[in-house]
């Protein structure tokens, strides 16, 4: 049911701005607010952004915008302990659901 | 500070049955939608359910639709799944994590606070 997609994979060096791309439709990102996660090593995943806020504690290097039936989560200046798996996740109508996008692993390099 | 701690996970044989729990503490539970995420091993994150703030409504993944049932106890501040018929490709950890939105029908999808997750093993 992943009606979400983004890039299998993204690698860049320390301090690199990087990325991601979430590519759904109408009935999801074109229409309602995109939320993304980090989750490293597996662990429990964490709240990066939701719309264009994010929870205290995250570090500002991270944005996020949406365009159309894309959103983007960019990181400005990667960082080491930035290595994880990250998710765009958005309600779907069609669906009458939530949908996770296929994850995106970003490796430092 | 915010809390979820799930429990009930283990190992079942396909056909079977399994509840999980999710006990919530540091905030109003009574005002809060909660989801339930499940992640296979080595797979990415799926989105499996969510329950409004007062149990009257429930939103459910086609995967599980049918088999799975969301429900909560809000005397307890406590979130359960029940899952029946299980099959072999619902092996996952299962994360509860509840919504930022108070007192919203189906929630904002910004899952604000994540448990530990708890793994289910459904195997012969």
């Known amino acids: 049911q992943s009606a979400l997609t983004q890039e299998a994979s993204v690698s860049g060096t320390v301090g690199q701005k990087v990325t991601l791309s979430c590519t759904g439709n109408?009935?999801?990102?074109?229409?309602?607010?995109v939320a993304w996660y980090q989750q490293i090593s597996h662990g429990a995943p964490k709240t990066l952004m939701f719309?264009?806020s994010q929870p205290s504690g995250v570090p500002d290097r991270f944005s996020s915008s949406k365009s159309g039936t894309t959103a983007s989560l960019t990181i400005s200046g990667l960082q080491p302990e930035d290595e994880a798996d990250y998710y765009c996740?958005?309600?779907?109508?069609?669906?009458?659901?939530?949908?996770f996008g296929t994850g995106t692993k970003v490796t430092v390099l | 500070q915010v809390q979820l701690v799930e429990s009930g996970g283990g190992v079942v044989q396909p056909g079977g049955s399994l509840r999980l729990s999710c006990t919530a503490s540091?905030?109003?539970?009574?005002?809060?939608?909660i989801h339930w995420v499940r992640q296979a091993p080595g797979e990415g994150l799926e989105w499996v359910a969510f329950?409004?703030?007062?149990?009257?409504?429930?939103y459910y993944a086609d995967s599980v639709k049918g088999r799975f049932t969301i429900s909560r106890n809000n005397s307890k501040s406590t979130l359960y799944l029940q899952m029946n018929s299980l099959r072999a490709e619902d092996t996952a950890v299962y994360y509860c994590?509840?919504?930022?939105?108070?007192?919203?029908?189906?929630?904002?999808?910004?899952?604000?606070?994540w448990g530990q997750g708890t793994l289910v093993i459904v195997s012969s």
């Open positions: 109408s009935n999801n990102i074109g229409s309602y607010a």
């Open positions: 719309e264009n």
């Open positions: 329950i409004r703030y007062d149990g009257s409504n429930k």
């Open positions: 540091g905030f109003t539970f009574i005002n809060f939608g």
């Open positions: 994590a509840k919504d930022r939105a108070i007192q919203s029908t189906r929630g904002s999808g910004y899952l604000h606070s």
């Open positions: 996740s958005t309600w779907d109508y069609s669906l009458s659901a939530y949908v």
